[in-house]
């Protein structure tokens, strides 16, 4: 029974250490653009390093692949009559007999 009691009151004592004031802990610095991120470059330099990576890749990847950019619909109907008004020159050029069939050749028949 008696060394129940130490045990209990023993235990539940606090030591008095524990009791002493401590330093909340630190606050990490808030991130700002002259944070310095890696290698020491700092935020913004490295987010303008990404954005114009990025931007090469979509650049490289539109002219490969010929990508089309959209168009009105008064852009569509003019590119369409410019199609057909060189169709057309294209049959007419067709029909204009040779160049010796028109003039004459000094000195020629």
């Known amino acids: 029974m008696l ?5 209990i009151e023993n235990s539940t004592s606090v030591c ?3 009791l002493l004031p401590t330093d909340p802990p630190k606050k990490p610095d808030p991130v700002t653009s ?3 991120v890696f290698w020491g470059l700092r935020l913004w330099q490295v987010i303008g390093i990404f954005s114009m990576f990025i931007l090469a890749v979509i650049i490289t ?3 490969i692949f ?3 950019i959209p168009r009105t619909k008064k852009e569509i109907e003019a590119r369409h009559a410019q199609r057909v008004a060189a169709k057309d020159y294209a049959n007419t ?5 040779p160049l010796n069939e028109l003039t004459e050749i000094p000195g020629g028949k």
Do not use: D, I, M, W
Request: aromatic share 4%.
């Open 93 to 97: 050029l067709e029909t204009v007999p």
């Open 34 to 36: 002259e944070t310095v």
């Open 66 to 68: 010929k990508c089309r």
């Open 16 to 18: 008095p250490v524990c």
């Open 61 to 63: 990847l539109c002219c």
């Open 3 to 7: 060394v129940q009691h130490h045990f």
